[in-house]
């Protein structure tokens, strides 16, 4: 199965790329492993508790990919910068189940073994 | 993938965005060829003698240094419209015409802006 990784830098609902990434990974899923790594603002997307009024809300939407196999993760220097810290198994109590926080080294880890790479950024 | 071009083209200090593809950019050598493209704004990060210290952050330019291996190509119109060209660049950049520049982007198996 052919791998595809999808990288995000910006917070949530200050575009649309979030939503984007998350038809692109639902489509792909299909045929592709998915990653979908999270750096800079968008280590924000996977918080629990979002209620945001005109979007669909992007912490469960990331949740639902996890749940169907898409593996989801976001630097730990910029979540710790950001207040979300790692549980031993890089869960944190103030995201959605499913993404994890984890090493900037997973990011060449997953470049280097996928087939494609979508960086969605402004 | 065994190659990533990692191209920046926001200011340094003005945001997150030179610091954090620096990161991404040294964390990816080792694992794949790695070239990092300054483009447009970005080709400030190549002025030598920045001075941070006023802002409380790192100087930018001496993390590039510290990764010697890392291929960093400034995007020469950029940095003559930027008034750049006589100014000191730090001694790791290359200057790179609209077409090596290209050229360098599509010899890469993948593009990564942030």
Known sequence: MKTLTIILADGPYISEYAQIAYKIADAALKRYHVNIFLYLDAVHMPREGQNPSFFANEGELFADLTERGAVIRACSRCAAARGYFANEDGSCKDYYDGPKISSLYDLPEMLSKSDKVICLCR | ?114
């Open chain 2, 1 to 114: 993938m065994r190659s990533a071009f990692y191209l920046l083209d926001s200011a340094p200090y003005g945001s997150e965005k030179a610091f954090g593809i620096i990161n991404a950019a040294a964390v990816s050598l080792g694992r794949m060829e790695v070239t990092l493209g300054l483009y447009g704004d970005g080709a400030y990060l190549a002025l030598a003698n920045q001075n941070s210290k006023g802002l409380g952050v790192p100087n930018l330019a001496d993390i590039l240094y510290v990764y010697g291996e890392l291929r960093v190509l400034a995007h020469e119109f950029s940095v003559v419209k930027r008034g750049l060209f006589e100014e000191e660049l730090i001694e790791m950049v290359e200057l790179a015409d609209e077409g090596d520049f290209l050229e360098a982007i599509e010899d890469s198996d993948c593009l990564i802006l942030l």
